[in-house]
């Protein structure tokens, strides 16, 4: 079974819009690619006044990879150090990056892919990843 993570600029689901910044959306939309159920899990870390990291509370609901436009130094250490793959680029609704994940077409993340910052000021800095 593979769980795939999405960060959802919204309320989640697969018609949701990536986030931009993995860490900083209110929702991720996880799906189970082998039966196509999906679930929808509010952010609730420190990021939202709660507790945890995003990697970390992520990393306990099970899944298997991310799929985000991009992602800061320590998350994609603790993803790793979980054995959580990440793959870098996805935007559009959720469904379109599950998408061009089984296409082949993100790039699976290095620790010279990070985010050198937690706010992007060029917008379009992931999407040139494609």
């Not at 860490?23 to 420190?46: A, F, H, I, K, Q």
């Not at 998350?75 to 990056?97: M, R, T, W």
Request: glycine share 14%; with cysteine; charged share 20%.
């Amino acid at each position: 079974m593979t769980r795939v993570c999405i960060p959802t600029a919204g309320d989640g689901g697969l018609q949701d819009t990536v986030g931009e910044h993995f860490g900083r959306v209110p929702s991720y939309t996880l799906v189970n690619v082998e039966t196509g159920d999906v679930e929808v899990v509010s952010n609730t870390s420190e990021h939202f006044g709660g507790i945890g990291l995003p990697a970390d509370i992520l990393s306990k609901l099970g899944i298997d990879v991310l799929l985000c436009r991009g992602a800061g130094r320590r998350a994609l250490d603790i993803f790793a150090s979980k054995g959580i793959q990440v793959y870098l680029g996805a935007d559009g609704s959720a469904e379109q990056a599950i998408a061009r994940w089984q296409a082949g077409d993100l790039i699976s993340a290095t620790p010279g892919d990070a985010c050198q910052q937690h706010t992007f000021h060029d917008p379009g800095k992931h999407s040139a990843l494609r």
